[in-house]
């Protein structure tokens, strides 16, 4: 059973540019939540992505943008790179429980993009 | 406002000590509470979770945390550390209710193990 994968799992952008990440779910998941983890912090939480559609969203400005794909797979694309964007990108994956029934809200992350904006 | 506080940037113990890390968190009401570990230059792996129920909750790796409402804390315990412990611990907390993607992280505890 494949747990969670991302891609790539390291690149390097200059300032300005744009970054595309990408994140497959663990088989059998249907949400999908981004993080952002800067060096020596623990996640923040970008968005998540149920039924294609942005159901939640964090503290972060309208450059970073998503997309989810009706095999349930994700992209996350950042657009006018700063260098504070420098960080680890980590994809979470869980299954959304059906109405009436409780939510474990357990998430099983990815390993993480690590990008490197010069 | 909602946060997660580990107090405890660095510790350091001894191999076959015992451990625990803390963590506090300020919610408008009971959350899920979770502990994660990190391994330099991986991704998250959860150790153990608390939704209801006994408040000592065991996890994996020999790892268990107590939930203690009235201080709102959930610390990590383990009765002896290993080498293969060190590591970044992350407590995180998210909503009972809803759709719980997003959980709010502490800033971390890194642990370092001597010989």
């Known amino acids: 059973d494949a747990g969670v994968t991302q891609s790539p799992t390291h690149l390097i952008k200059t300032r300005g540019q744009q970054v595309t990440l990408r994140c497959s779910p663990k088989s059998g998941h249907d949400t999908v939540s981004w993080y952002q983890q800067a060096l020596g912090q623990g996640p923040q939480f970008i968005f998540q992505y149920y039924e294609e559609e942005e159901r939640q969203r964090g503290n972060f400005p309208d450059r970073f943008s998503g997309h989810q794909f009706p095999n349930y797979s994700s992209e996350l694309n950042v657009n006018a790179l700063l260098l504070g964007d420098s960080a680890l990108y980590l994809c979470?994956?869980?299954?959304?429980?059906?109405?009436?029934?409780?939510?474990?809200?357990?998430?099983?992350f990815g390993e993480g993009s690590r990008l490197t904006v010069l | 406002a909602q946060s997660v506080t580990q107090p405890d940037i660095h510790i350091t113990v001894s191999e076959g000590a015992s451990l625990e890390l803390r963590c506090n968190y300020s919610y408008g009401a009971t959350p899920y509470l979770f502990w994660y570990v990190q391994s330099p230059g991986q991704g998250l792996q959860l150790l153990l979770k608390?939704?209801?129920?006994?408040?000592l909750v065991q996890g994996i790796k020999g790892f268990e945390a107590e939930f203690k409402r009235s201080q709102s804390s959930f610390n990590l315990r383990k009765p002896s550390v290993h080498w293969s412990d060190a590591a970044e611990y992350f407590c995180?907390?998210?909503?009972?209710?809803?759709?719980?993607?997003?959980?709010?992280f502490g800033q971390g505890t890194t642990l370092q193990v001597k010989p």
């Open positions: 608390y939704f209801s129920g006994d408040t």
């Open positions: 995180a907390v998210g909503a009972r209710s809803g759709n719980t993607g997003k959980l709010i």
């Open positions: 979470a994956s869980s299954h959304l429980a059906a109405s009436g029934k409780p939510n474990t809200g357990e998430l099983f």
